[in-house]
């Protein structure tokens, strides 16, 4: 069964520290990867997505996310998280053929202090 | 942008009590709805997709008896909780995306949260 793994439950740091969150999946055929936010209080906001060409797509708020095939990961990543960014991140993938029907992590709690 | 609107966004009730909760695309049309599930801590499972016209498709292991779901129009999806126990107190959450936007991703809602006594 296709399954999506986000290897950090919680990370603390420290604005203006560097954040890389791990993303990894089973499924081994064409898939969709998203990375979703959801902030305190909040619904599901989308930062960005990857459907096919440059692996390294650009997301909104400074976040960016590199696909690597060979290592079934799509990883997170910002050069220097602010405050406002504590919030919950979920990786989601599906196959193209399913667009709709999204599998999600099990999200990562992100903290950034002052 | 596009906007997914569910109503209630908490409820409580008691043990044996049905509950519903509708999910409305704003501004625009959505033949096809989603309708998540998010335990305390956890991930988002997939339940159901919703059918505008037609019969949801449920996931495996979700009863479609227990968890009822109307498509009735382009713009809402409702989600009943037939005869609820606590084990169903959960964060429901629907999404949909605007298809004549050409753009291939979900629109959520900001989710209801039901709490069974």
């Known amino acids: 069964a296709q399954s999506v793994s986000q290897h950090n439950h919680h990370v603390i740091l420290s604005e203006a520290a560097s954040l890389e969150l791990g993303c990894n999946y089973s499924y081994g055929g064409t898939v969709n990867l998203f990375w979703y936010v959801q902030y305190p209080g909040q619904h599901l906001q989308l930062l960005l997505k990857?459907?096919?060409?440059?692996?390294l797509v650009k997301g909104i708020k400074g976040f960016e996310a590199e696909f690597i095939k060979s290592k079934f990961s799509f990883n997170l990543r910002k050069p220097s998280v602010q405050w406002s960014d504590t919030a919950e991140y979920f990786c989601a993938v599906n196959r193209p053929d399913s667009w709709g029907k999204l599998q999600f992590g099990s999200g990562t709690q992100v903290v950034v202090t002052p | 942008g596009a906007v997914v609107s569910q109503h209630p966004s908490r409820v409580i009730c008691k043990s044996g009590t049905s509950v519903k909760i509708e999910c409305r695309s704003l501004?625009?049309?959505?033949?096809?709805m989603f309708w998540y599930r998010q335990f305390p801590k956890q991930s988002l499972m997939l339940m159901a997709t919703s059918n505008e016209g037609s019969k949801a498709t449920y996931e495996q292991g979700v009863e479609k008896d227990k968890f009822l779901i109307n498509h009735a129009s382009l713009t809402l999806s409702t989600l009943t909780v037939t005869s609820a126990h606590p084990e169903d107190s959960s964060f429901y959450i629907c999404?949909?995306?605007?298809?004549?936007?050409?753009?291939?991703?979900?629109?959520f809602g900001a989710g209801s949260r039901l709490t069974v006594l």
């Open positions: 990857y459907f096919s060409g440059d692996p």
């Open positions: 999404s949909a995306r605007d298809e004549l936007s050409g753009a291939n991703v979900l629109t």
């Open positions: 501004d625009f049309q959505a033949t096809t």
